[in-house]
């Protein structure tokens, strides 16, 4: 589908009998149709003269061109979206009538679309942000969206808190900057006053917020839902997203460094993995659990700033997603695809999480003003699948309209009636209570879970989430926004505090902040919670950037390239020329990267074959000694032959510098070690050895 140079922008055209063409080409026309003798020039008196208003082909190109933009959304503006299905594996029909839950083998139609939250739409994708993961599931009995994130828990409890947080977060009004990130005052001040986010800061510390692509994120429906079976009882259900490749992220310093080399890293990997035939797969889970259930809990169920632990409530694994199609067209589907929260099938209904409750009227909201009118559900992305049968009609851009003379019900003529048996019914939950506008009671707690998402982390990970810190109020001007901020860090972890509190520079550690509700100190530490617990089971996915000179050994490279490709995993030749190397055995290497374009931050591990004379050159080139210094920096494999050594003395790593991440390649067995020592992923244990903040 990719290939296709051009398709009949019209459907109605009638086909091929209607088509102006001159031989093979089609003739190019106006918006109306109409054959256009001149792309090139304007209509103008004389050669020089003025143009003529009476150029109705210039007027409506330049038109159209005009209006090409509808308002990017306000939040989440950065995307990406693709296609693909749901498959159940595990029959629900014992908790939910949904149709699309009923029998294992079921297949469902989706479109997902992976965001970022804070930047515009034009910013780079690997910011340190949440991630967006809302998925379209075009069901039998209409679509439903489960709008979700890459992180279980939100910042804010109440909805009408949600414009101040993103207020807070996105550029400063006055200046306009900073863009796609959240180490500025406004962010801290904001979160620094708000202690129910301090959760939300623990995971938006941590490498979630980096992760190497979406295929190796996962997703979560994040509120409390129902599902309701088919006699009408409810069952509570949270949803996650687990991808089958596992968990994985970049390090901060790479993160900076991929989005100067490569803007688009997220959306070209996803589009890469499809077009090359390997769709990325999650599988989906759900902890279902009831009200003697929540009513036992620690914590609120409708809070969504808690997860409930997946030791205290198991995943039941009951279907899987995979994303198999790229989009025909960006704009068509990724820019107008709209999410609305409110969009529930039958079997699947809302609790009373107050932000659950928010967001069903803003999305629908949100989408009237980018989409323009009512009718966004007649563009094909947002079309359900199964019929669309009611009286309402007209409104901007109507385009999919009903025949015949009825359009009002009841009526005499004929046409869809409503169905209490088949049609969606509301959960019919007890209510009462006086109208208030309060936080509940039930809410207070904001540091517990903070503290055991923490303590559930392994080391490195700890500190990775303390160099965030670091680096984020670094970035904050005012020291008294710092202050505040490390003040809730007590009451999370004293060595967390103490450490951030130490990397800011300060005096000493703040004296904690009060908390509405003393912290539960002992909650069991959760191993899902950690990425490097759950890590890829293999190097399926990852990608080899192989860095070549001319006189490099030919035999060697097939072999590694054996090895890389038997392990699922994808290589880039990177060359000092894009044109390729001259191997060793004469044949010409075409290269897919310039040294200068291929930085090694773009890729899982790296391998550097050099003859002597092209280390030699190497040596003198800065993107070639960055290559090998970053990737030692960020702790990735480097294999190298032995001819590279002086290149790497060159790039500041010494023969003393090199531990257990360096695999030798001289023999055709050394790909296979190198391939194996990749799989184990990163060589944590270099970090300490690289970084200033492991050392104060
Ligand atoms: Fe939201 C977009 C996820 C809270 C209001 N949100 C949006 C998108 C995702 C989420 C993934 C992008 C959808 C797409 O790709 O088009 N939002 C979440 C999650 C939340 C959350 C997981 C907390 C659990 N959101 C939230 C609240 C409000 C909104 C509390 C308002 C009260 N969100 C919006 C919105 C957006 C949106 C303004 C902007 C663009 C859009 O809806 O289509 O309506």
Sequence with gaps: MTDEVYRDRNPGAGGETHQIAEGDT???????????????????VGDRGPALLEDF?????????DHERIPERVVHARGFGVRGYFETTDSLADVTRADLFQKAGEKTEVFVRFSTVAGNKGSFDLARDVRGFAVKFYTKEGNWDLVGNNIP??????PIKFPDVVHAAKQEPDRGFPQAQTAHDNFWDFISLSPESMHMVMWIMSDRTIPRSFRFMEGFGVHTFRFVDAEGRSTFVKFHWKPKLGLQSVVWNEAVKINGADPDFHRRDLWDAIEMGAPPEWELGVQLFDEAFADSFEFDILDSTKIIPEEQVPIRVVGRLVLDQTVDNFFAETEQVAFCTQNVVPGIGFTNDPLLQGRNFSYLDTQLKRLGGPNFTHIPVNAPRCPVMNFQQDGHMATTNPRGRVNYEPNSWGGPRESPTRGYRHFPSHEAGDKRQIRPESFADHYSQARQFYASQTPIEQKHIADALVFELSKCEREDIRMRMVSHLPNIDAELAATVAAGLGLAKTPAAAKPAKPPIADLPPSDPLSILKNLPPSFEGRKVGILITDGADGDLLAELIAAVEGAGATYEIIAPKV??????????????????????VLYDAVAVLASADGAALLAVDKPAKDFVSDAFAHCKVIGHTAEALPFFEKAGVAAEDMDAGFVALAKAADATTFVAACAKGRVWARELEVDLDAMS
């Design 26 to 44: 089609p003739v190019l026309t106006t918006q109306q149709g109409v054959p256009v003798a001149d792309d090139q020039n304007t209509l103008r």
């Design 579 to 600: 044109g390729g190397a001259r191997l060793s055995d004469g044949t010409l290497q075409p290269a897919k990267q310039k040294i200068d374009g291929g930085p090694s």
């Design 57 to 65: 082909h210039f007027r409506e190109k330049i038109f159209h061109f």
């Design 153 to 158: 828990v939100f910042f804010i409890q109440d």
